[in-house]
Nanobody, 119 residues
Framework: QVQLVESGGGLVQPGGSLRLSCAASGNIFSINDMGWYRQAPGKERELVARITTCGSTYYADSVKGRFTISRDNAENTMYLQMNSLKPEDTAVYYC?????????????WGQGTQVTVAS
């Protein structure tokens, strides 16, 4: 059973930057499309960035131009570079497969990493 561990969150002022990391216990990044999700208080979890096995990337409109997703298959690690952070980016961030399919379903969610953007 693959496990995912997110890290790198914290408190940052508006306009600041953070780099999130997602470490996997198994070699999944080279065979799965993966994504970063976030869940703000009182809201549903949403996909904000996705990277395919070919390296193509996709972003939600709300983060396009500010966030960059990348991965290191050799290190079984995925990253989310977040720049020009806004208060509305405040959420718990998670990584997982994206999309979920019958053959590659959702992995059990990790604990996530809290990102708080406030002055």
């Amino acid at each position: 059973q693959v496990q995912l561990v997110e890290s790198g969150g914290g408190l940052v002022q508006p306009g600041g930057s953070l780099r999130l990391s997602c470490a996997a216990s198994g070699n999944i990044f080279s065979i799965n499309d993966m994504g970063w999700y976030r869940q703000a208080p009182g809201k549903e979890r949403e996909l904000v960035a996705r990277i395919t096995t070919c390296g193509s990337t996709y972003y939600a409109d709300s983060v396009k131009g500010r966030f960059t997703i990348s991965r290191d298959n050799a290190e079984n690690t995925m990253y989310l570079q977040m720049n020009s952070l806004k208060p509305e980016d405040t959420a718990v961030y998670y990584c997982n497969r994206a999309p979920f399919t019958g053959y590659y379903p959702r992995i059990d969610w990790g604990q996530g990493t809290q990102v708080t953007v406030a002055s």
